[in-house]
């Protein structure tokens, strides 16, 4: 069979025929666990009115923000059953299932979100999406991001010793569980819900997190120290999933990967756009700022490269290319 596109090579891997199927109406059902003012949660109701808009009508998205739906692991299994049609997700739990997507959480791979968005269109990162059909049943649109990742802390922190043996809360993967065990530290890992006061009562000494968040939910209020450190990009995908997507027509599959690419994009200009004032807000609420690059984690980043040089070899490499040329 001749693959064509993303859509034609999902009809493959599910072993059905490559013509298009008939354009039905449908109500689409989208899951994402950002609240509802949280730029992916935006952007994703703009993509239900686009849709609507585009297919004059005819398809609909019933947006479902702050996991109403279910943990990330929770919305990937109905993707996979056809029960969910389509998400936000992070990378997190994609990689949990595609080991290759791990690399993209390699420390200072990108300095800032501007070379975050860059690198996630090169083909070193999009040829990782070719994986998603057979091993996680669903289909990759395109990135999105949210902002570069810091560390906020209840505690103290002059050296990177400082953070080992306190608990942090991560997001559930493994390339930044081990970059937290490798400091010594207790990654633990908390839906986002459960954070604020995961922090206040003591559950946990402090959190990874970017800057919109700690600035937006209040997490700043809870921190003696905020480690301002870039330390690695938090991609976002967007993604369709696999049993619904074999069934739309290719018009439809042209019409959802273009609207859901372009509202994908403006997620990625809102965060290039707004992270510095972000970063202007946290850094005026009077907590210890702590500016901090690649030589405080000097050790912890050599022992995850010896990590994941060897788990995902070429992926990291191609990666690290093409950051090297993006940097110049």
Not at 3 to 26: E, M, N, Q, Y
Not at 224 to 243: E, K, Q, W, Y
Request: proline residues 5%; glycine residues 8%.
């Amino acid at each position: 069979m001749k693959i064509r596109k993303i859509g034609t090579l999902i009809a493959a891997v599910a072993g059905v025929c490559a013509f298009s199927a008939p354009a039905l109406a449908k109500d689409f059902r989208m899951g994402l666990i950002t609240p509802p003012p949280h730029i992916w949660t935006q952007q994703a109701n703009g993509f239900a009115e686009d849709l609507k808009e585009a297919s004059g009508g005819k398809h609909t998205v019933s947006v479902f923000p702050a996991g109403q739906l279910g943990s990330e692991a929770q919305m990937l299994q109905q993707m996979q059953t056809g029960a969910l049609d389509m998400a936000f997700l992070t990378i997190a739990e994609a990689s949990n299932r595609v080991e290759n997507l791990g690399a993209l959480y390699a420390p200072y791979l990108v300095r800032n979100v501007a070379e975050a968005a860059e690198i996630l269109k090169t083909p070193a990162a999009t040829n990782l999406l070719k994986e998603l059909p057979a091993k996680a049943g669903v289909v990759g649109i395109g990135y999105g991001m949210a902002g570069m990742r810091q560390i906020l802390t209840a505690k103290p922190v002059e050296t990177a010793d400082d953070l080992s043996g306190m608990k942090l809360r991560i997001t559930p993967l493994d390339p930044i569980r081990d970059f937290y065990i490798d400091l010594g530290a207790a990654p633990t890992p908390l839906p986002l819900p459960a954070v604020y006061d995961a922090l206040a009562n003591g559950q946990v000494d402090g959190i990874d997190m970017d800057l919109e968040l700690i600035w937006a939910l209040k997490f700043w209020e809870k921190a003696d120290t905020i480690l301002v450190s870039n330390h690695m990009m938090f991609p976002m995908v967007g993604v369709v999933s696999a049993r619904v997507w074999k069934d739309m027509s290719e018009e439809d599959r042209k019409m959802i990967t273009d609207l859901m690419s372009k509202r994908l994009d403006m997620v990625m200009a809102e965060y290039k756009a707004k992270e510095s004032g972000w970063e202007e807000k946290v850094r005026g609420t009077g907590k210890t700022i702590k500016d901090v690059g690649p030589e405080f984690f000097e050790e912890e980043i050599v022992e995850w490269e010896e990590t994941w040089s060897k788990r995902t070899p070429e992926a990291l490499s191609g990666l690290r290319e093409a950051a090297k040329n993006i940097k110049k």
